[in-house]
T-cell receptor, first 115, second 116 residues
Framework: GDSVTQMEGPVTLSEEAFLTINCTYT??????LFWYVQYPGEGLQLLLK?????DKGSNKGFEATYRKETTSFHLEKGSVQVSDSAVYFC??????????????FGQGTILTVHP | DADVTQTPRNRITKTGKRIMLECSQT?????MYWYRQDPGLGLRLIYY???????NKGEISDGYSVSRQAQAKFSLSLESAIPNQTALYFC???????????????FGEGSRLTVL
């Protein structure tokens, strides 16, 4: 079935550092890929998405590119802020696979940014 | 007010007790979901419903049941709670009109359940 694997956390950075959180997936066909963010005490919210190969999703300074050849969707930000401290989840949905109509999530990566 | 509301937000109970977690939404979405979050495991799907007459098991449905009382309401029940059901539970909705692969879910704030 479909699956998502994220890099192990937690990740601790200083403010203005560069961020990469790795995400790879296994899925048949052509899934859509997502990054969700969970701030402390809140539910998840969509951060960005890409629905086909080579698409780049972006939002709030975060970017991720859908790489079908490496089955990856790594999250990047050039300069993190303290307010970016949160848990980040990579996810996919797949009309042709076991994730039809629903999301399959990775295990989440905790990011802590220090001033 | 939140678009997706979960009650209770926190609950402590004992092994063997029956527990119901409720979810209501004002987004007008047909699709509703219950996920469970555990540290290091991400979110795992318990049950989902594409409309009032449709209920489907997710990857970890054993020990849980659901009821879709109306388009806006989707309840999760633990018939006889056990300690390894201690977790953070999330309800979510989605709008199928936004496309099969839209994938945008709208989450409630979560219900933290502790089973002693």
């Amino acid at each position: 079935g479909d699956s998502v694997t994220q890099m192990e956390g937690p990740v601790t950075l200083s403010e203005e550092a560069f961020l990469t959180i790795n995400c790879t997936y296994t899925a048949t066909g052509y899934p859509s890929l997502f990054w969700y963010v969970q701030y402390p005490g809140e539910g998840l919210q969509l951060l960005l998405k890409a629905t086909k190969a080579d698409d780049k999703g972006s939002n709030k300074g975060f970017e991720a590119t859908y790489r079908k050849e490496t089955t990856s969707f790594h999250l990047e930000k050039g300069s993190v802020q303290v307010s970016d401290s949160a848990v980040y989840f990579c996810a996919l949905t797949n009309a042709g696979g076991t994730s039809y109509g629903k999301l399959t999530f990775g295990q989440g990566t905790i990011l802590t940014v220090h001033p | 007010d939140a678009d997706v509301t979960q009650t209770p937000r926190n609950r402590i109970t004992k092994t063997g007790k029956r527990i119901m977690l409720e979810c209501s939404q004002t987004k007008g979405h047909d699709r509703m979901y219950w996920y469970r979050q555990d540290p290091g495991l991400g979110l795992r799907l318990i049950y989902y419903s594409f409309d009032v007459k449709d209920i489907n098991k997710g990857e970890i449905s054993d020990g849980y049941s659901v009821s879709r009382q109306a388009q806006a309401k989707f309840s999760l029940s633990l018939e006889s709670a056990i300690p390894n059901q201690t977790a953070l539970y999330f309800c979510a909705t989605s709008d199928p009109a936004s496309g099969l692969n839209s994938g945008e879910l709208f989450f409630g704030e979560g219900s933290r359940l502790t089973v002693l």
